[in-house]
């Protein structure tokens, strides 16, 4: 369930581009109704095809809201078997799978704002952002879910790894919002008929977002090099080396869309990798330290060998 709900918050990132870039974000032009008097589309609507798109992305709301349900049920069942089998509580499981849930309203309620206000481009970033944010948690709440415990937790990489690390994280957080800025910049505002951009020089913001792309590029090889100096898990390594791989990717496929006039493909393949990269990139603090005693465990897995057995 945990990593359902990680894919769901993917998937509605990628097809919110897909709105974007087709020119659908107004196929439904009100809400909570996509069309005055019908929470459908109709074939009175002047908005083509458009209404179909915009319609399609907010159907996935339901699937979010479903997956987040079963994130709350499953973190619920584990807290009762933890507490039948005597280990410690894990309510920071519990908080963490609540929030898709909490994120799946606030952003049907800023859905809904972002369409009112004819596809204000600060309320379409912030759409973005907390879908990202969102994201960020699922990846927290995957790895928490697979560790015996919260306590004790033990450092396994050296302080200046750990800082690299997380200068990584902060800035991969950067790269994003000046990806979100550029993006809102350009050519592809939302909805064919409306142009709903920040009044900012599109070639001005592209540059800083790939300067900041330059610093994410050196903090990752920087992490490479001290990771492996110092001996780090290799689990760290291999999942730098991952999250380099995508980035040069991402890079090529960023440079390509800028020489070739943005066109649709490229830029929704450039917003798959940005969410691989803020995936992968989300997966690498975990590695810093162990979680959980091993008495905690080995009690673990004889409750799930006796589970079994039954």
Excluded at 85 to 93: H, M, Y
Excluded at 219 to 240: D, I, K, Q, W, Y
Aim: with cysteine; net charge positive.
């Amino acid at each position: 369930m945990y990593i359902a709900n990680l894919v769901a918050q993917s998937g509605i990132i990628l097809t919110g581009a897909i709105v974007r870039i087709t020119g659908s974000g107004l196929g439904c032009p009100t809400w909570p109704e996509c069309v005055e008097g019908s929470y459908v589309p109709t074939n009175r609507q002047a908005e083509s095809w458009h209404k179909y798109v915009e319609f399609g992305n907010r159907l996935l709301t339901f699937v979010l809201a479903a997956a987040a349900i079963a994130a709350i049920v499953a973190a619920l069942v584990d807290r009762h078997r933890r507490r039948t089998i005597g280990l410690e509580r894990r309510t920071a499981l519990t908080v963490l799978a609540c929030v898709p849930l909490a994120g799946t309203v606030v952003q049907a309620v800023l859905g809904g704002i972002t369409v009112l206000t004819g596809l204000n481009p600060a309320t379409v970033a912030a759409h973005f952002l907390v879908s990202m944010a969102l994201v960020a948690v699922c990846v927290l709440l995957v790895v928490r879910s697979g560790e015996v415990g919260d306590t004790p937790v033990v450092s396994t990489v050296h302080s200046a790894v750990r800082l690299l690390t997380w200068g990584l994280v902060a800035a991969t957080a950067v790269v994003v919002f000046l990806g979100v800025v550029t993006t809102g910049s350009g050519p592809h505002s939302g909805d064919a008929e409306v142009e709903a951009r920040f009044f900012f020089d599109p070639r001005t913001v592209a540059w800083l977002h790939a300067d900041s792309v330059f610093l994410f590029l050196g903090l990752t090889v920087g992490l490479l090099v001290a990771a492996s100096v110092s001996r780090a898990p290799s689990v760290l390594v291999r999942r730098t080396w991952l999250v380099l791989g995508i980035a040069l990717v991402q890079g090529v496929i960023g440079y390509t869309q800028y020489f070739t006039g943005l066109p649709e493909l490229l830029v929704a393949l450039h917003v798959l990798g940005a969410i691989a990269v803020w995936i992968t990139v989300w997966f690498l603090p975990p590695t810093l330290r162990t979680r959980g005693s091993t008495d905690a465990r080995n009690a673990d897995l004889v409750s799930r060998d006796h589970r079994i057995s039954e």
